[in-house]
């Protein structure tokens, strides 16, 4: 009880500007306490994206930098390697991560980069109207899909978790959700161990969060949840995805020199 009833220290007490029902006020508490559970808060430097976070600098008590849109895992990157003692993590949504940053987070995942990202997947762009995002599903209708997203003229859906697991880099890859209690317990476990990650010097670690979104959708808050439960985890499973999970260690081409040519045997 004394969990649920206490602030946070790496929460400013302030009114967040949310909307009613928006996954991202939960998240941010979940960060707030992985720091304090781990007693990291006065060395942790937090990205804040473009999006409807744009203002998490105002609530996260710890030291952070606005970030251009989708640069994050590169102001990361600098941030770390210039003061590897601090914990650095970028806070990103699926625009500003799976759209205009899709190259920053890649590169840092392949490159290893010892920063963690924390990923807010709500399947359309909030801030800006309700369009199409690169992780809305296939039907789903936004603003700019006023049909549902068709995938001959669209595309199908981004699955970031499983596009960076085939890279070796990612250290720590994990989906989550908050559509439950329990969901919210395990996405806690995961940001933790995503930090842990990084805290131990392993690498590039990301927590992909299933969040509501009930004014982008257009649906009423319990019909936000019943959405991630129906539709959205169906398309995005819940689970981690880090390459020794989802691929197992992939081996190395083999190269062999014979006669003056170069021939690649693969296992």
Not at 45 to 71: E, K, L, T, W
Not at 126 to 145: K, V
Request: one cysteine or more; proline letters at 5%; hydrophobic letters at 35%.
């Amino acid at each position: 009880m004394q969990q649920l009833t206490k602030k946070p220290e790496s929460l400013v007490d302030i009114k967040m500007h949310y909307c009613p029902a928006c996954g991202h006020g939960i998240v941010h508490r979940l960060v707030a306490e992985c720091m304090d559970d781990l007693g990291i808060r006065e060395k942790t430097i937090g990205i804040a994206p473009v999006g409807c976070s744009v203002f998490a600098d105002h609530y996260f008590n710890c030291d952070m930098i606005q970030g251009a849109h989708g640069r994050g895992p590169a102001i990361a990157t600098g941030i770390k390697r210039s003061k590897p003692e601090c914990i650095v993590f970028s806070y990103q949504g699926d625009g500003d991560l799976a759209s205009i940053g899709m190259a920053e987070t890649i590169h840092s995942a392949a490159r290893s980069e010892n920063i963690t990202l924390i990923f807010i997947n709500n399947a359309i762009y909030g801030m800006t109207g309700g369009q199409m995002a690169p992780t809305t599903l296939i039907g789903q209708r936004s603003t700019t899909s006023p049909k549902g997203r068709d995938v001959k003229v669209n595309g199908y859906p981004m699955k970031v978790c499983e596009l960076l697991s085939s890279l070796e880099g990612a250290a720590y890859l994990e989906r989550t959700a908050v559509n439950t209690a329990a969901n919210v317990i395990k996405t806690k476990r995961a940001i933790k161990k995503a930090f842990q990650t990084q805290i131990d010097g392993k690498g590039f670690s990301m927590v992909e969060i299933l969040s509501m979104c009930p004014t982008g959708w257009g649906v009423a808050p319990a019909d936000a949840v019943k959405f991630i439960t129906e539709k959205m985890i169906k398309i995005y499973p819940l689970g981690v995805y880090s390459p020794t999970k989802a691929h197992g260690t992939a081996s190395q081409p083999k190269t062999e020199l014979s006669g003056g040519k170069t021939n690649v045997s693969r296992n």
